[in-house]
C-alpha cells in the first residue's frame, strides 16, 4: 500500500498523468477455522470461520472425513455419522470479500470419531392386560437414534426370568402379586449399547377378581403319620396358586372352626366311615367334608406313581378334585387322546389317553 502511494506521488510531481492499474488487497487468513464439539457419533460440531482480512468476508463451509469431502456436507454445523467412526474430521472454508476474491482455510482436524450413546427418550413400556395367562408386549420405547437392533429381558421382581427374551411375554403362575418388567437392550452401527427399564406397575393379577370367598377349617380323623402342619399349608398353597379354584374367582380363607366346609385328613381305614361310598383306597367328598385319604397324601396312586408324576403334583390333583366336587363339579371324561386330563376326571383309578392334569382346565373354570 505504501509502495502504491509513492509511485503515485513521483508520478504526479512528474506532472505526468500515466494510468496506475488497480491492485485489490489479497484476502488473508489471520487465525483457522476449528470444530468446535465432540468427535462422537450422533452430535453435532460446528466450525468457526476463522478471522480475516478484510474482516467482512461471507464464508461457506465443506466438511472432510480424512481430507475427502463429505458429499451434501456444506453447513457450518455437521451430524457426526456412523461412517465417520474412527475417521478425523476437519473443516474446510472459503472466504470471499465484496470483490469476488476468496481464499481457503483448513481447520486441524478432529480426534478419531468415538461411538456415540444412545439416549432413551421415552422408556419402554409393557403393552397388554397384567393377568395370570394373558400375553404381553414390549415397546422398544423412543431413541436418540433409530436402532439396529433390539433385545428383550423379563424380569420377576427386578430378577431376570429364565428364557423370557422374546418381545411377547405370557404370565406365569409365579408372577401373579409380583411386578414384573421389561429390559430393552438396543443397539445401532457407531453406537455403545444402550438398556432401558420400563416403569414399574401395579403387581399381576390373578386370572380373574375374587367372586366368591369361602372359609374352611382342617381336621382329622385316625392315627396320623405325616405332618399336620405341612398338610394346613400345602392345602393353602393349592387353593391360592393361580392354576387352581382361585382362577375361577373363589378365594379360600382358612379358620379356626367352622366354615364353610371341613377339610379331613384322614387314616385310609377311617374314610369309610364318612359314606358307604367312599373306599379305604381313594379320597372322597361327602356333605361338608372334603376328605382327603392319608395314604394317597404320603404315597399318591399307583398309576400316577407308574407315570412318574410327581407327589407335590398328586397332591394337588387331590385337593383340587374333591374340592371341586364341594364346588358343585361332577366327574368328567377325558377331551382327547394326549390332552391334559380335566382335574375332575378321577386321574388316579385311569386316564383314557389323557395327560395326567392337577389344574382345573380352562372349561372346568368357566
Excluded at 436418540?144 to 429364565?162: A, H, K, M, V
Excluded at 396320623?224 to 379360600?252: C, H, M, N
Excluded at 372322597?284 to 396312586?301: D, E, M, P, T
Amino acid at each position: 500500500m505504501l509502495l502504491r502511494a509513492a509511485l503515485l506521488s513521483v508520478v504526479t510531481t512528474l506532472g505526468l498523468l500515466v494510468p496506475v492499474a488497480a491492485h485489490a488487497d489479497p484476502v488473508v487468513n489471520a487465525t483457522p477455522p476449528e470444530v468446535v464439539g465432540e468427535a462422537v457419533v450422533g452430535t453435532v460440531v460446528t466450525s468457526t470461520p476463522g478471522t480475516w482480512v478484510p474482516e467482512d468476508v461471507s464464508a461457506a463451509y465443506r466438511w472432510l472425513r480424512d481430507d475427502r469431502l463429505i458429499p451434501g456436507a456444506a453447513a457450518r454445523s455437521y451430524r457426526i455419522r456412523p461412517e465417520d467412526l474412527r475417521h478425523r474430521l476437519t473443516v474446510r472454508v472459503v472466504a470471499t470479500d465484496a470483490d469476488g476474491h476468496s481464499e481457503v482455510a483448513t481447520s486441524q482436524p478432529t480426534a478419531p470419531v468415538a461411538r456415540g450413546r444412545l439416549v432413551s427418550r421415552r422408556p419402554p413400556a409393557v403393552v397388554g392386560t397384567q393377568r395370570f395367562t394373558r400375553t404381553v408386549e414390549a415397546s422398544r420405547g423412543h431413541w436418540s437414534s433409530e436402532p439396529g437392533r433390539t433385545t428383550y429381558q423379563w424380569l420377576r421382581g427386578g430378577r431376570p426370568i429364565p428364557g423370557a427374551t422374546a418381545r411377547r411375554y405370557t404370565y406365569a403362575p409365579e408372577d401373579v402379586g409380583r411386578h414384573v418388567r421389561v429390559q430393552v437392550t438396543v443397539r445401532a452401527v457407531g453406537y455403545h449399547p444402550a438398556a432401558a427399564l420400563s416403569p414399574r406397575t401395579r403387581p399381576v393379577g390373578h386370572r380373574v377378581d375374587v367372586r366368591r370367598t369361602v372359609t374352611y377349617h382342617v381336621e382329622t380323623r385316625g392315627a396320623i403319620t405325616t405332618s399336620l402342619r405341612d398338610f394346613r399349608r400345602l392345602a393353602q398353597e393349592t387353593y391360592e396358586d393361580p392354576r387352581g379354584w382361585r382362577g375361577k374367582g373363589v378365594r379360600f380363607l382358612p379358620v379356626a372352626r367352622g366354615g364353610s366346609f371341613t377339610l379331613v385328613l384322614a387314616e385310609a381305614s377311617r374314610v369309610p366311615a364318612f359314606s358307604p361310598v367312599c373306599s379305604s383306597q381313594w379320597s372322597c367328598r361327602v356333605g361338608r367334608y372334603v376328605v382327603i385319604n392319608q395314604l394317597r397324601w404320603k404315597h399318591a396312586s399307583p398309576a400316577w406313581n407308574r407315570a412318574h408324576g410327581p407327589l407335590r403334583g398328586y397332591r394337588h390333583m387331590v385337593v383340587n378334585h374333591e374340592t371341586g366336587h364341594w364346588l358343585g363339579k361332577g366327574h368328567a371324561g377325558c377331551p382327547g387322546r394326549g390332552r391334559p386330563a380335566p382335574v375332575m376326571m378321577q386321574q388316579s383309578k385311569g386316564l383314557d389317553g389323557c395327560r395326567f392334569n392337577p389344574w382345573p382346565t380352562a372349561g372346568e373354570l368357566r
